[in-house]
């Protein structure tokens, strides 16, 4: 007789399903991948994970939209959940965003936001004092101030008592050890303290306190909204979008400020300071590991509540974002170009739009698609077209080369070289710009005619004077400068051709060996700290002549400075870029802007061969509505961005065989679409870099063209990348090299 085991033990209950999910991690994947729970392990959608990928341990998200059809016994288990809050869906919605409309893998994107491993758990506690009353066994003075100090009640940290009382560490520790202290565990401190919307209120008044009523507006509707600061150089746009600040942090909202340069947030950093008593969080390239580690997490947890910082700042995981600042708009350091191409102020759109809160564009001279954006009623622009107080634009003049030339060897006009003097003697400023790096641009024998090239680019070594170095600035190679031509043999007839501030420098010199000289340039020995320091010299008045690249039109604010002299006014005019124009009228506005910003009579000279260019017209005349008028219909004539679409596509390879014909196979798979064309290939202006030939073909779409899918259906036809063959994709490319 047989027995059911029923009889025995009761019904037998069936195994638990196991549980999958989806798993973005942070490589180059299409698409996330999937992965068993463990029986008690807790997650839910954006927890973030540590994964089994091949013989790695690697981190990731738990994402959706992964594959449903496979046997969950086949399937990996999670390692580890981190104690850390989850990506929210409104975070992994950009993430997807991002992804589809670059057409970048999505665990890339997700990278940018997962990129500090060591923030996902929490930090660890700190050691701290407690009085617990009594007397010490002696007391001294010292240990009477320690004991006032802590008689608040208050929790201390040991270095922190000891400093409050102006004692040294060891007067606490004899407290310690009679037990007057007992030891706690308090929390880690923020990286910064909380700024306090009322802690200095702005006193506006006219244009600005219109411009702020509007903006707040917009604000307290806490819904999606762009507006656009469209104001002169000094009008107090800083003072108007910190009101928009001090009202979202009131509704209990986090901020993010988009900063195009690092250099240009020290001095933003301390007027944000006065304003709110307590600086933001920074987030760059530059900040030590673990301070990128404490803004990451106290992003995500909400104890940061504004963040300063570059473009990358935008993928961090805010716990209740409310609004984003992108200042200077029109920048193009906001296009990242590698691993994933995007743009971080139409992204940083995209971001307020998924998340429902406002966004606030701000410029002197917003971009061209801005301007369209506004017009078209999608914006909310918003005027300011004086200067704030009883400051005066500066007065500016064309300086036509072709009458008033330099002397044999010189860059410099007699009319700037004269105004120069006249402003050193009046102990105010004029500031020299030339957007070129370097001593001089090519260097050449004046017996052969070699010219130095660098051997990986198709590029002239820039002559670096003060290195005593020809570098690259493609791919960063570098040699000694030498004496003699390396092709014929002869000494001392190798000549530096054109100028860079290194050489203005020379001939400010020359001219003005009394005068204190700074150059301002981003390759300047000492990195970003020295900027800052260099920056600071100027503001207080310890430069009499600077000399600088386009990192002297960030936003700074000089009181002394009431000349702005333009080296070579034509120089960003003469390559075949659309921007060309833009480009020009955008960062020549903003230098000169930098003069008479607290009321002093100022002036602009700008050098140039092209006196009649249209560029060059609107600049002097102060008239940028009639520049963007023009620029606004050539563009919609061609049916450029924004009326058209635009991608790049780079092929690379290490021949230039190799290349070309990668590049002319996906030409032939190019899909025959209405609208939209494909133009190429070529060779890129740039044809070789790096030791690797670049060919690169154009796709060209109406606004209204389905770009993406087109490019995916193109890139689905064409032949799989072999051997050393790269190709990238640039959705709406800034660079044409």
Known sequence: MSIDSSDLFGPIEPPPAVRTVSVLVPMPAPRPYSYSVPEGMAVEPGSVV???????????????????????????????????????????????????????????????????????D???????????????????????????????????????????????????????????????????????????????????????????????????????????IDGVTGSGKTEVYFEAIAETLKRGKQVLILLPEIALTASFLERFQDRFGAKPAEWHSDLAPKTREKVWRQAVTGEVRVVAGARSALFLPFEDLGLIIVDEEHDPAYKQEDRVYYNARDMAVVRARIG???????????????????????????????????????????????????????????????????????????????????????????????????????????????????????????????????????????????????????????????????????????????????????????????????????????PLMTLVGIIDADLGLANGDPRAAERTFQLLSQVTGRAGRTGLKSHGLLQTYQPQHPVMQAIVSGDAGAFYEREIAERERAILPPFGRLASIIVSAETRQDAEGHARSMRNAAPQVTGISVLGPAEAPLALVRGRHRFRLLVHGRRNSDMQAYLRTMLAQSPKERGSIHVQLDIDPQSFL
């Open 356 to 558: 429902d809160f406002p966004l606030v564009l701000v410029s002197a001279t917003p971009s061209v698609e801005s301007q369209v954006n506004g017009q078209s009623g999608r914006y909310t622009t918003i005027h300011l077209p004086t200067r704030f107080g009883d400051a005066a634009l500066p007065d500016l003049h064309l300086v036509d080369m072709r009458r008033h030339a330099p002397e044999r060897g010189g860059f410099l006009s007699p009319v700037l070289l004269r105004a120069i003097g006249k402003t050193v003697e009046k102990k105010q400023q004029a500031l020299l710009f030339l957007n070129r790096r370097g001593y001089a641009p090519l260097t050449l024998c004046r017996v052969c005619g070699h010219r130095f090239q660098c051997p990986q680019c198709s590029s002239w070594l820039v002559e670096h004077r003060f290195k005593r170095q020809l570098q690259c600035h493609q791919c960063g190679y570098h040699q000694h400068t030498p004496e003699a031509c390396p092709e014929c043999g002869t000494f001392d007839h190798l000549v530096a051709c054109g100028p860079g501030v290194e050489r203005i420098a020379e001939e400010v010199e020359r001219h003005f060996p009394e005068a204190r000289t700074i150059v301002l340039s981003s390759d300047i020995m000492g990195g970003v700290k020295r900027l800052r320091l260099e920056l600071d010299a100027i503001a207080k008045g310890e430069a009499d002549i600077v000399i600088g690249t386009q990192l002297v039109a960030k936003g700074h604010n000089f």
């Open 122 to 228: 929490p930090e660890p506690m700190v050691e701290g004092l407690r009085f617990v009353g009594g007397e010490p066994e002696r007391m001294t003075p010292a240990r009477a101030r320690v004991l006032d100090a802590a008689g608040d009640g208050l929790s201390w940290t040991r270095i922190g008592l000891a400093h409050a009382a102006g004692v040294s560490t060891s007067v606490v520790d004899g407290l310690i050890a009679q037990g007057i202290f007992e030891t706690i565990f308090l929390p880690p401190p923020p990286i910064v303290a909380k700024p306090d919307p009322d802690f200095a209120p702005s006193r506006l008044a006219g244009p600005q306190k219109e411009a702020a009523d509007e903006i707040l507006e917009e604000v307290r509707n806490g819904q999606f909204a762009v507006s656009l």
């Open 50 to 120: 540590q994964v089994p990928l091949g013989p790695r341990q690697v981190m990731g998200a738990v994402w959706e939209g992964g594959d449903e059809d496979v046997d969950p016994k086949k399937l990996r288990p999670i390692t580890k959940v981190f104690d850390c809050p989850p990506l929210s869906k409104d975070m992994r919605d950009f993430v997807d965003w991002v992804a589809s409309y670059t057409l970048s893998p999505p665990g890339l994107v997700a990278r940018m936001a997962l990129r500090v491993p060591n923030a996902f």
